[in-house]
């Protein structure tokens, strides 16, 4: 069984641009979650789907961040325009059942 | 909200016992997760404690206490590849399906 898999593994981009962070979980998991860990800190709840509708987006932090699940299969996270503050490993997950989470690589994001 | 607390570091040598410990303040949650993240990886899953008390997964064990608000992860017989970070995880009363994290510990195994 293929695991989570997100795209591309680091991004570095200028303030004010715009960059796309993809997530393709595992086949059959209708939970899938983002999450983010900013150096040294918790990993921090972004947003929740279940198949294509978000449950609970509490956590994102503002409205420079999009995300979407269209068809109920792979997500993308979207930030536009990009600040300093979003540098960070974004991390993907997925589940089915909700008790255990099966994590993605992650991506580096880097905003200078 | 939800808060949890974890040293941020831990050092042991090549076959000792060592205990990670995760203190929380919330307001009310589901059970008590632990991850492990070798450097560069993913987050995996180790264990889950719905309910008070240890559980007991080869040579790791979990443990929850409510009352405490306290938790602690287990690890016996380090070996090298135990060097990682620790995180523990709180799932959300209010949300089933949304966990906190703690910031994690990391763990250095020495020969």
């Known amino acids: 069984e293929a695991g989570v898999t997100q795209f591309p593994s680091h991004s570095v981009i200028e303030k004010g641009q715009t960059v796309t962070l993809r997530c393709d979980p595992i086949?059959?998991?209708?939970?899938l979650y983002w999450y983010r860990r900013v150096m040294g800190k918790e990993i921090k709840f972004l947003l929740h789907?279940?198949?294509?509708?978000?449950?609970?987006e509490s956590g994102m932090p503002n409205n420079r961040f999009l995300a979407e699940r269209t068809g109920g299969t792979y997500s993308t996270l979207k930030v536009q325009p990009a600040e300093l503050e979003d540098s960070g490993v974004y991390f993907c997950?997925?589940?089915?059942?909700?008790?255990?989470?099966?994590f993605g690589p992650g991506t580096r994001l880097t905003v200078l | 909200g939800q808060s949890l607390e974890q040293p941020s570091e831990v050092t042991a040598v090549e076959g000792a016992i060592v205990q990670i410990n995760c203190t929380y303040q919330?307001?009310?949650?589901?059970?008590l997760s632990w991850y492990q993240q070798h450097d560069g990886g993913a987050p995996t899953f180790l264990s889950y404690?719905?309910?008070?008390g240890l559980e007991e997964t080869g040579r790791f064990s979990s443990f929850l206490s409510r009352s405490d608000s306290y938790g602690y992860l287990l690890l016996q017989e380090l070996q090298m590849k135990d060097s990682a970070s620790y995180f523990c995880?709180?799932?959300?009363?209010?949300?089933?399906?949304?966990?906190?994290f703690g910031s994690g510990t990391k763990l250095n195994v020495k020969p």
């Open positions: 086949s059959g998991h209708d939970n």
């Open positions: 404690n719905a309910l008070d």
């Open positions: 997950a997925s589940s089915r059942d909700g008790y255990e989470q099966f």
């Open positions: 919330t307001s009310g949650f589901y059970g």
């Open positions: 995880a709180v799932r959300d009363r209010g949300n089933f399906n949304k966990f906190y």
């Open positions: 789907f279940v198949k294509e509708s978000k449950q609970d």
